[in-house]
C-alpha cells in the first residue's frame, strides 16, 4: 500500500513536469509563431496587415474544433464504459471550447471589420459558428442546471454525466456544417485554409507563420485541458485519469 501510494505520487509529480514542459514548448512555438507572422510573412495583396489576424483567428477555430472533437469521443466513451472520468474530460474540452470559439468569433469579427466595414455579416460561416458556440455553452448550461436540480457533483455523478453526454454527441452534428458552410453556400468568408477540399494558395512564409501559430495553440490547449482534467479531480477526491496523469509524461 505505501509503495503504490509513492509511485502513485512519483507518476504525479512527473505528469505535473510534463504538463509544465508542454506550456513551455508552447510558449516557444507562440513566440517563434509571433516573429513569423508579424514580421517575416508579407502583407496580403489585398487585405494589407488585417490579414495577420488569421494567424490567431485560425488557430482558435482550429483548437476550438479538436477540443469539440475531444467532448465527442469522450461523451461516447462515457456512454459504452460508464466511466466518469471520460465526462470529466468532456466538461474540460467544453469549457476550452467555448473559450476558444467566442475567441475566433472576436478575432473574426475585427478583422470583418478592418476587410469588409462591418463587425458582422449574416453570412453561414458567422452565424453557423454562433450557432455552434450556443450548442455547447447550452450544453455546459445543461450540467449546471443538472447539478442544481439534483445536488450532484459536476464530473463525479452518472446523473449528470449521462445526459450530458448524449447532448454533447448531439452538439457535434454542428462541427461539419461550420467548417464546411464556406463550401457548401454562398459566403463572404474566404475558403477554409486548412481541411478543405481545394486548399488555397498560400505564400510560404504565410503557410510557416500559421502552421507555428497552430502548433502553438495545440500544445497551450492540451495543456490546459489536461490541467483543467486535474484540479476538477483533486476537488472532486477522484482516483486521477490516466490520461490526464500518466499519458503526459510520453509528451515530456
Known amino acids: 500500500m505505501q509503495a503504490s501510494t509513492v509511485d502513485l505520487a512519483a507518476d504525479t509529480a512527473r505528469a505535473a513536469a510534463a504538463r509544465r514542459t508542454m506550456a513551455w514548448a508552447a510558449g516557444g512555438l507562440a513566440a517563434a509563431a509571433t516573429v513569423a507572422g508579424g514580421w517575416l510573412a508579407p502583407p496580403d495583396q489585398l487585405q ?3 490579414q495577420r489576424l488569421m494567424y490567431l483567428h485560425v488557430p ?52 470583418g ?3 469588409w466595414g462591418t463587425w458582422w455579416a449574416w453570412d453561414p460561416r458567422l452565424v453557423s459558428t454562433a450557432l455552434l458556440l450556443l450548442a455547447y455553452g ?7 442546471t443538472l447539478v442544481e436540480r ?34 457548401w453556400w454562398r459566403s463572404l468568408h474566404q475558403q477554409a485554409t486548412m481541411l478543405a477540399p481545394h486548399r488555397p494558395p498560400m505564400d510560404p512564409r504565410m503557410a510557416t507563420a500559421l502552421l507555428l501559430a497552430v502548433a502553438a495553440a495545440t500544445l497551450a490547449g492540451s495543456s490546459v485541458l489536461l490541467h483543467r482534467v486535474v484540479r476538477l ?5 477522484a482516483e486521477p485519469s490516466p490520461a490526464a496523469e500518466r499519458i503526459p509524461m510520453d509528451v515530456g
Open 48 to 50: 494589407g496587415d488585417a
Open 233 to 237: 479531480e483533486r476537488r472532486l477526491g
Open 113 to 115: 471589420h478592418l476587410v
Open 150 to 183: 439534483t445536488g450532484a457533483r459536476d464530473g463525479g455523478d452518472h446523473r449528470v454525466a449521462k445526459p450530458a453526454a448524449v447532448v454533447g454527441v448531439a452538439c457535434s452534428l454542428l462541427i461539419p456544417v461550420v467548417h464546411f458552410s464556406v463550401v
Open 138 to 144: 447550452g450544453y455546459l448550461a445543461v450540467r449546471r
Open 60 to 111: 482558435a477555430a482550429w483548437v476550438a474544433y479538436a477540443a469539440f472533437a475531444v467532448v465527442l469521443a469522450a461523451s461516447g466513451a462515457y456512454l459504452m464504459g460508464g466511466d466518469l472520468r471520460w465526462d470529466r474530460f468532456a466538461r474540460a474540452a467544453a469549457e476550452l471550447g467555448v473559450v476558444l470559439t467566442a475567441a475566433a468569433i472576436a478575432t473574426g469579427s475585427l478583422w
